[in-house]
């Protein structure tokens, strides 16, 4: 039982270069979660996917796509890096996004972008 | 929407003292807090969390306080060990409808607990 596991853990992009970061997990969890986290500015959401089939942004969308590609799986993609999209990226899932529930995380991308 | 803050931004403590963080939030709405702790390099992790419908959790060292009607709740660490030294985070949503179901989280508190 894995948890939540995100590829890669780190990753140097030049700028205008794409990728995806991979995000599973083994929980059976209906919603997940990707967020970054920046010195001093705490966590905060990019994308959100409160059951399979459905995506949602959160607080800091611009420049992200995201794809929930079952219920295991959900990807976050950055089409053309930015170096202010320099950041360690978070995946999370919780059981049900409606009841408000604690989070599982994985372990986090650290992705430079130069 | 929802906003959180979270005092102090930095907490220093010599090993045996308490340490206490505190948050606010602004939507009367939500009602599930969790706090996080985050060890250096490593994945926010879950070590309490409250719902509204009590005013108080403990566990070993730590507990969580609530008040609803001054929007805020806070953390007690008590004996604290180097171990407790790390950033934490509190958080909090309204669990459902639109995108209140998401945790909006403070922006940390870097707690050093000093032998």
């Known amino acids: 039982n894995a948890g939540v596991t995100q590829t890669p853990k780190f990753q140097v992009l030049k700028t205008g270069q794409s990728m995806t970061l991979q995000c599973a997990q083994d929980?059976?969890?209906?919603?997940m979660y990707w967020y970054r986290q920046d010195p001093g500015m705490g966590l905060r959401l990019i994308y959100y996917?409160?059951?399979?089939?459905?995506?949602d942004k959160g607080e800091v969308p611009n420049g992200y796509n995201v794809s929930r590609l079952n219920k295991r799986e959900f990807s976050l993609r950055l089409e053309s890096a930015a170096p202010s999209q320099t950041s360690v990226y978070f995946c999370a899932s919780s059981e049900l996004w409606s009841s408000g529930d604690g989070y599982t995380f994985g372990s986090g991308t650290r992705l430079t972008v130069v | 929407g929802e906003n959180v803050e979270q005092h102090p931004s930095t907490l220093s403590v010599q090993e045996g003292d308490s340490a206490v963080i505190k948050c606010t939030y602004s939507d009367s709405a939500s009602n599930y807090f969790p706090w996080y702790k985050q060890e250096l390099g490593k994945r926010p992790q879950l070590i309490i969390d409250i719902r509204s419908n009590v005013g108080e959790k403990k566990d070993q060292r730590i507990a969580v306080t609530l008040n609803k009607t001054a929007k805020h709740f806070s953390l007690h660490i008590t004996e604290t060990q180097p171990e407790d030294s790390a950033v934490y985070f509190c958080a909090a949503s309204t669990g459902g409808g639109g995108s209140q179901g998401n945790l909006i989280f403070g922006k940390g508190t870097k707690l050093s607990v000093k032998p």
């Open positions: 929980m059976n969890h209906n919603s």
């Open positions: 996917s409160a059951s399979e089939g459905t995506t």
